[in-house]
């Protein structure tokens, strides 16, 4: 069995920043990327950012652009999200994520799911 367990949210002020963590637990498993996704109350799942490990391109919602940089260690399947210059629309829910998917942006394809960490920015 594989565990996804995120890390590091929090409530933070506008302005502030965070550094979530993923870290894979359980069996052995290979991926091809890992990724961050995100919930708000009463909204639908979106994608933040996704790393593949396959040359370690990455991409970022345009939400998070300049804002957001994820990182992580292929061997471990550990993934980081460094979150900078939070806002209030930033709150939500943070999901990460590992799999194979045929696109990164879109949560088809990705195997493993964490519980998430909740991520609140007060204005």
């Known amino acids: 069995q594989v565990q996804l367990v995120e890390s590091g949210g929090g409530l933070v002020q506008a302005g502030g920043s965070l550094r979530l963590s993923c870290a894979a637990s359980?069996?052995?498993?290979?991926?091809?990327?890992m990724g961050w996704f995100r919930q708000a109350t009463g909204k639908e799942r979106e994608f933040v950012a996704g790393?593949?490990?396959?040359?370690?391109?990455?991409l970022y919602a345009d939400s998070v652009k300049g804002r957001f940089t994820i990182s992580g260690d292929n061997a471990k399947n550990t993934v980081y999200l460094q979150m900078n210059s939070l806002k209030p629309e930033d709150t939500a829910v943070y999901f990460c994520?590992?799999?194979?998917?045929?696109?990164?942006?879109?949560?088809?394809?990705?195997?493993?799911w964490g519980q998430g960490t909740q991520v609140t920015v007060s204005s």
């Open positions: 994520a590992a799999g194979s998917p045929p696109r990164i942006r879109f949560p088809t394809g990705y195997d493993y």
């Open positions: 359980g069996r052995t498993f290979s991926s091809d990327a």
């Open positions: 790393i593949s490990w396959s040359g370690g391109s990455t």
